[in-house]
């Protein structure tokens, strides 16, 4: 109510312009439906910071109620001057913009009180209950099991409200159109705040006319029934998986009738790892969680290939296709534990940038620093991989493990923001919710529910970060995986040439040439071992033949070079030979030990390079619907690998050449693509261009002898 009911502000702004045409309009009334509005306000204002209680007492209500109908009375005497009165109708004729926009909003308010009257009638049948409710869980100090808010009755009488406004609601939603606030007297501010406001009326609408399933939904999402339970958890995209970064934090996201219990992140490494061998270094947190992990392998197909004897939580991100990758999360956290999850919700830096865009800067007073969106990766840096930040933190949080330590800064701020997103002013809901759906779209954010129908509304609004497996067109996914168990991703660059030539037939063959450039001139910190070790996937249709490859290294055929102090050759400036897929800036190429864990690399791994082919694993894909090219690639630091890959897939469609091209989370590469066709007679079509993580579909266009590609 108070969303629409704030539009009637502007109204006194007017009186400016409507003394210009004679004074047409009941200054009185305006004056009197602001002064019931603003009265309403005062009647609520003041007590405790944060008793909501004061909004569900009786006797307030009863007051609002008899303040709200009075408004009604005077906007809709207000209304109809502006509907009937003849002297507005010429002056509209002069100042159409400005008597548009008034003549809509003095509806928009008539109808607003109208929801006000029947919300407030709503309330106070339920005030008793409600009122219980709220003091007792302001009394409550167990905030990990928060008491409801909304019960199912409570529930079931608002969705009864809803179906009954719904004219309503679209009566404001069709005067919100087209209204245009130029020429209005009115503040920046106010401005501002009412074109933000004015699109709600149309979304709130259209989710109103989906019906009482999709409120149901929404009520299953805040826990009206039960209590939901979501995994949330930032991606560190330094250290790149196949979602787009290591997930070394974890928050359990509770609700319980729209009571959200204290959001507590964690350290998944306090849990499923053991530094008790390290100096200063502490055992896990539960030792049975601990050898349950030590037990456990990663779930069939991805075992096929992955390389550490153990597998939990923390690497459960192993599919780019999210739903899948979720459902491992789910799977793994209970069995961990022993938590029902009801969902997932995976986001990465860029995404804080984007929320404190909104919100301003937030403030960690344990560390005295003020969290910009213009320094938040220098901070998150200093904090995770500066042994001073990292001492810092130990000093601050009194952990001696510095692996542990590492995390406490960032998980406060994440628990920073979240509070700061869910107080939000009205005025910022509807900008942070436009980034939110736009964060989707790039796999900043991606989010798993297990409810269908709110999937359907991710995969509407936003994006499921579903992995494609349409074999009607044409498609390529590109997934790495740094397994170096360091943070080396940051200086790791990706551009990507695919030149794709069609036959006769309709067939379809790729020349990929991907170049990965590990450049840290610097020798910065990265955090574990130099040497970058990268799983890579190659995604295409399940029918495509490979034809050659090049840049995966040949585990089976023995070390080509490495450490002369671990007896190996040297490796040169251009590993390889002349023409080497693999050149380093230096000299000297300096590899260092793969870490112990990664077993699958050999019994021992060293400080070596293997000789290097086609992609290892061509026939195991472990996601359906589609082939899969995989092999290792080793980088050393201040080295540039060149992988090369061609593949043939056959004629799909009969509609012309479409290919899906879906960039991985957290990686914005340089695109170069190329179709080559004998129809295109005057030229290949080409583009080139920087994914920002959205499915990008490309489709052929000929048009006589020429021809495009065209995006969308």
Known sequence: MALVLI???????????????NGVILYSQVRSGVGHLQAVQAIFSGGAKGDYSKYFDPDKLKQAQAEITAAHSDF??????????????????????????????????TDATIVGEKLISTALQHSPSIVQTLRASAADKDTAHPKP?????????????????????????????????????????QSHMISSLLPLLPTVTTLLEQGPGVRDALGWLIGVDQPRTFLLEPMDSAELRSTGGFTGQFGE????????????????????????NNHGGSPPIDRALYNKVTQQNAPPPYNAWWPIANFGVRDA????????????IMQYYQGEFGTHLSGVILFTPPLIKQVLHVTGP??????????????????????????????????????PDAELARKAFTQHVTQSLMATVMHLPLTQLAPMGAQMLQAMKTKDLQVYVDNPQLEDLVAKYGSTVSMDRSNSHDGLYVVQENLSANKASQYVSTSIKDTVTLDQQGNATHALTMVLDYQNPKNDTVYGPNTYRDYMRVYVPKDSTLVSGN??????QGAYCGLPSEGFPACQQNVYGDGSPLVCSSSTVGIDDATFYLSGLGVNPAAELYPIGGPTNTTRSDEAGRAMFGGWVVIPPNCKMTVTLSWTVPALSQGGYNLMFQPQASVNPQVDLTV??????????????????????????????SCSLQHK
């Open 7 to 21: 539009f009637v502000i502007l109204l006194p702004s007017l009186l400016g312009v409507l003394e210009a045409i």
């Open 76 to 109: 809709a005497t207000l209304s109809d001057e502006f509907d009937h009165d003849g002297s507005i109708g010429f002056a509209s004729s002069l100042l159409p913009t400005q008597i548009h926009a008034a003549r809509s909003l003095t509806h928009i308010a």
């Open 149 to 189: 808010y909304v019960t199912q009755e409570v529930f079931t009488a608002l969705n009864q409200d809803l179906d009954t406004l719904l004219p309503v609601f679209q009566d404001m939603s069709n005067y919100a159109q087209g209204v245009s606030l130029d020429g209005l007297p009115l503040s920046a501010s």
């Open 253 to 276: 996201l509770t609700f319980n009738g729209g009571h959200m219990a204290k959001l507590q992140m964690k350290n998944i490494g306090a849990y499923e790892e053991d530094h008790s």
């Open 317 to 328: 991100t192993v599919s780019a296709d999210f739903p899948t990758t979720a459902k491992v």
């Open 362 to 399: 937030i403030t960690i007073p344990q560390y005295g620093e003020t969290v910009t969106e213009q320094n938040l990766e220098a901070k998150l840096h200093y904090y995770q991989l500066d042994n001073k930040g990292i001492y810092r933190e130990q000093m601050i949080e009194h952990i």
């Open 551 to 556: 840049g995966f290294s040949q585990l089976s």
């Open 676 to 705: 080559k066709s004998t129809a295109c007679s005057s030229g290949d079509a080409h583009f080139t261009g920087t994914m920002n993580g959205q499915d990008t579909m490309f489709s052929l266009k000929q048009q006589g002898a």
